[in-house]
């Protein structure tokens, strides 16, 4: 594996361990040209994905756009990590899985959704806001009303 910092071809793996959730395998790694240390992961992918934009284009499915996506979302909000890699893991799960390789993008937007829900009803408005494109106050106000609020 190539180091990240000064490019050098060859560096050497000083620790393997399964992460947490038994899905990937987190590796610290040492860069002997330079002497930086960094980590990667290794996962499974059973399948490579494709995004169907609504414009009809197509690009590569990419874990870290949604796991990215929720992060700000989730911007100052009281969720362990733990929780959000365990949300990732089982959303990419569900993708590969599904038995499709052009998954529509309002699919994943919608499944993204659904599992802020799930973690952080602030994160999830506020993912929506962006998702559903809100223009006004209103927008909200509406969106609040499907969802419920106190004294539901």
């Known amino acids: 594996m190539r180091c990240p910092f000064c490019q050098h ?3 050497q793996v000083k620790d393997s361990r399964p992460t947490e959730d038994n899905t990937a395998i987190r590796r610290r790694r040492f860069c002997p040209a330079c002497g930086a240390r960094f980590t990667t992961f290794e996962r499974v992918y059973l399948r490579d994905l494709t995004v169907v934009k609504s414009n009809g284009a197509r690009e590569p499915f990419d874990r870290e756009k949604v796991e ?3 992060r700000v979302a989730l911007r100052k909000r009281p969720v362990e990590e733990e929780r ?5 893991n089982s959303l990419v799960r569900q993708l590969e899985t599904s038995g499709e390789t052009e998954i529509p993008a309002a699919r994943i937007g919608e499944m993204v959704m659904t599992a802020l829900a799930t973690l952080d ?3 999830y408005v506020r993912f929506a806001s962006v998702y559903r494109n809100f223009r006004e106050a209103k ?3 509406d969106f609040i009303g499907t969802i419920g609020g106190p004294g539901d």
């Open 9 to 11: 071809e060859d560096t």
């Open 68 to 70: 990215r996506s929720m």
């Open 139 to 141: 927008d909200f106000e």
């Open 84 to 88: 959000v890699q365990r949300v990732v």
């Open 121 to 123: 009803p602030v994160a």
